[in-house]
């Protein structure tokens, strides 16, 4: 089997040659839809669908029907505030019978699984960062290492990567449960009717930031937002430790590609999705406040910051040469003055997306600081109102941040599989 | 001529929260921005063994290793959605990007300082750093989401003065080679701001591990990576003015990154190249750097006429009708003066 490829994976400088990754592999499982009685409950807010063109980059979500055929035991119960014993205090022999342990591990279970199909050993695949399915097929978990590039000037992951991150498993998702349409922002049975996936609204809830070389693990799911919208969460740990570095959830609607108005989910795409919902949320307290129209507070503890001129290059477009949600993080930021981003670190953002934007914009950032009272340790945090819009007028993105002083401790959340 | 490149190592950026810095190799495309954080490991001089003490799961299944005696360094990344552009390939900024981070993993398993400037100790106690003057990328073809790129990296002596790093790019399910770099860099004073020879007890240092006999990228004689790049003169065919820096462009010593040059260079080429062509070959000698508060011009000019030879080169560029070719400059909106050069050939997308 794959096994003993496998294991090489893990003896740096083998001289055999690495295994054979698959290019863009759809996923090999069949398409069949265990309908597992988990009806979609529509959440009670039915209220953010938003007219106007908000432009979708991470896509659907899909899972594949019920059957998950991984060995994901040996996460999903160790709780965070224990040192995995296994990683963290054997020496090097160990931590490779360890890791060819679960090879074998994996393997077995593989094996004794029905539907078994000849496939990479899933510690191999997270390794190269494909990720897989979990938690009875509705969870979808990935690894990444974070690189040198993505680092920000404070030597930490910058949110934008992180992001960067979640719409990267997002597609995996997608991808590997075999759902993947035309393009990053539909399902099959959307594309055949020129649909497409638009991002409403984005909420971040960020406890720590990881550095260079950190693995952070990624799982992510869908939901059911309104009648006619969808939700994707997603929940970032250190791989290490378990600790929960971001929590995330997104709305999202359906545009028709063609009229650019919002449209109804068609029956065929609902037998699609809805197999896949789960009931669960990244983000316990919503914030739900509606964003305030800018610019608003006229207190005089406002101060406002602009930034014009903002070009879109080629690197932020995708491949329908709109811009990529992610990069409307980086350009809102632009206008926050360099005092708050030396001082203090992104503690949640909420970003409501209105129009979409293309090559030719040009855009101005303003942001406005409301500095709240300071801590019991006499430290301030802050928090932003953020508008992005076009030099001829239109918005283009609303957003809000919340700043805390860098080193200050955020609420801990215990990084189990029971949130 | 030379550029101070390398903004960490011009100056050194104010540690944060006690953590050590890492690391870039010298010949690294960028060097900047890197963080830090890997427990246990100090500066220390260039041993293959002086490694962490407890290296962390993520450097365990880094998939990356020294090879050969630990003259090269080997790893692979798969290509990431958002790394993907219009073309749905990787943009050549994420493949400058992984030259880069392959570059400082290199450095950071050699031993090489953690400050991010991949200094020796020798060179530390001499005030000397790092500068690159060039950078020439090749890529025949593009990886998509999801491929799996395997980059070679090494670096070696370039002179009395320099030094090179190198690197080959293959696609790691069928082998092919699907791109070559390479980068001069030489050794500068931090406080004269002068060049300086590599002494012998700093090529020992440095040099220990890096091929003894001359192992390059581009062998073959009169290669593109040796092309002189003239001084433009007005007026360019194509330009877009008023390029500015964002923070994210900026590395912690608020200079601007290397990719971001790239980007800004091809900012000015023409709509209907991008529609039909796909970058080949970008070559940038740098001269300036640049702040978040500087604007910048991207000035392209259609260069004409050439000869191009391959010299029996196993990566035989294109027929001359399918490959068009620039000159680059970018500059500063306001002195005129120049912070790149650059030239870029394209060749026709098979559509």
Redesign the interface.
């Known amino acids: 089997m794959g096994v003993s490829i496998a294991a090489s994976?893990?003896f740096?400088?083998s001289p055999a040659?690495?295994p054979?990754?698959?290019?863009?592999?759809l996923g090999e499982r069949p398409d069949s839809l265990d309908v597992r009685g988990v009806a979609a409950k529509p959440g009670s807010s039915s209220g953010t669908l938003r007219a106007g063109k908000t432009r979708a980059h991470a896509a659907v979500p899909k899972m594949n029907g019920g059957k998950s055929t991984v060995a994901d035991g040996e996460h999903e119960t160790v709780p965070s505030s224990v040192p995995r014993t296994f990683?963290n205090q054997l020496p090097d022999w160990s931590?490779l019978l360890a890791a060819i342990t679960t090879i074998f591990l994996a393997a077995e279970k593989q094996w004794t699984l029905l539907d078994w199909k000849p496939k990479r050993p899933d510690m191999l695949s997270e390794?190269?960062?494909?990720g897989r399915i979990i938690h009875d097929g509705f969870m979808f978990r990935q690894n990444f290492?974070?690189?040198?590039?993505e680092?920000?000037?404070?030597?930490?992951?910058?949110i934008?990567t992180l992001m960067?991150h979640l719409?990267?498993t997002a597609?995996?998702h997608v991808?590997t449960a075999g759902l993947l349409g035309d393009g990053?922002g539909s399902t099959p049975e959307m594309s055949k009717r020129d649909l497409f996936w638009v991002v409403s609204q984005m909420q971040a809830i960020v406890e720590r930031y990881p550095?260079?070389?950190?693995?952070v693990e990624v799982d992510t799911w869908v939901g059911a937002h309104g009648k006619n919208g969808m939700r994707r969460d997603w929940h970032l740990r250190d791989?290490?430790t378990g600790h929960t570095i971001l929590k995330a959830t997104s709305k999202w609607v359906m545009m028709n590609k063609l009229t650019r108005k919002l449209a109804r989910i068609p029956d065929e795409v609902r037998t699609e999705i809805e197999p896949y919902f789960f009931e669960r949320t990244a983000i316990v307290d919503e914030d739900n406040r509606k964003l305030p129209k800018f610019p608003e507070d006229q207190s005089a503890t406002a101060a406002k910051y602009m930034r014009t001129?903002?070009?879109p290059?080629?690197?932020d477009?995708?491949?329908n040469?709109h811009v990529?949600n992610?990069k409307y993080i980086?350009?809102i930021?632009?206008s926050a003055p360099i005092s708050i981003?030396e001082n203090h670190e992104l503690a949640s953002i909420v970003l409501d997306y209105k129009r979409e934007c293309g090559r030719d914009s040009v855009l101005q950032s303003h942001t406005t600081v409301h500095t709240d009272c300071s801590s019991e340790s006499g430290e301030t945090t802050l928090h932003c109102e953020h508008l992005l819009s076009l030099e001829s007028g239109p918005t283009i993105v609303k957003a809000r941040t919340m700043w805390r002083p860098?080193?200050t401790k955020a609420q801990e959340t215990v990084a189990s599989s029971s949130l | 001529m030379l550029r101070c490149h390398t903004p960490p190592q011009c100056r050194r950026a104010p540690l944060r929260g006690g953590r050590e810095p890492r690391q870039a190799a010298p010949g690294l495309v960028r060097c900047a921005r890197w963080a830090q954080q890997v427990p246990g490991i100090e500066a220390s001089p260039a041993h293959a063994e002086a490694k962490a003490e407890r290296p962390t799961l993520a450097e365990r299944l880094r998939l990356g290793s020294l090879l050969e005696g630990g003259l090269s360094y080997k790893e692979s990344f798969i290509v990431r959605c958002y790394e993907v552009g219009i073309n749905k390939t990787a943009t050549v900024e994420t493949i400058a990007n992984l030259l880069q981070e392959v570059g400082c993993n290199h450095a950071q398993s050699v031993g090489f300082s953690t400050d991010g400037f991949a200094t020796t100790t020798t060179m530390r106690k001499l005030g000397l750093i790092w500068v690159t003057n060039r950078m020439h990328i090749e890529i025949y073809k593009y990886p998509a989401w999801g491929d799996v790129v395997e980059i070679e990296t090494w670096c070696q002596e370039d002179g009395r003065i320099g030094t090179r790093r190198d690197w080959i790019l293959k696609d790691l399910a069928n082998g092919e080679v699907i791109g070559r770099a390479t980068s001069k860099w030489v050794m500068m004073n931090q406080n004269t701001r002068r060049l300086q020879r590599v002494s012998d007890e700093v090529r020992d240092e440095v040099f220990i591990h890096c091929p003894k006999t001359p192992r390059l990228a581009f062998p073959e004689e009169n290669n593109d990576s040796l092309k002189k790049i003239p001084i433009l003169s007005d007026p360019a065919q194509y330009s877009r003015l008023g390029l500015v820096p964002r923070r994210a462009d900026l590395d912690m010593n608020q200079h601007v990154n290397n990719v971001t040059y790239i980007g800004w260079i091809l900012e000015s080429i023409p709509q209907d190249i991008i529609d039909t062509h796909e970058l080949q070959t970008i070559t940038l000698d740098y001269r300036r750097e640049c702040q978040h508060d500087d604007i910048v011009d991207s000035l392209t000019y259609i260069e004409e006429g050439e000869e191009k030879s391959t010299n029996g080169s196993a990566f035989a560029a294109p027929h001359k009708e399918e490959q068009q070719q620039f000159l680059h400059c970018l500059r500063f909106a306001g002195t005129g003066d120049e912070i790149n050069r650059g030239r870029t050939v394209w060749r026709k997308l098979a559509r």
Do not use: H
């Open positions: 994976a893990f740096p400088g040659p690495a054979v990754a698959p290019k863009n592999a990683y931590m390794t190269f960062g494909f290492s974070i690189r040198s590039y680092i920000g000037a404070d030597r930490t992951a910058s934008e960067n719409q990267e597609l995996n991808k990053f550095c260079w070389g950190d693995t791989s290490m001129g903002l070009t290059r080629w690197a477009l995708d491949i040469q990529n992610v980086g350009w930021l632009e981003l860098k080193g």
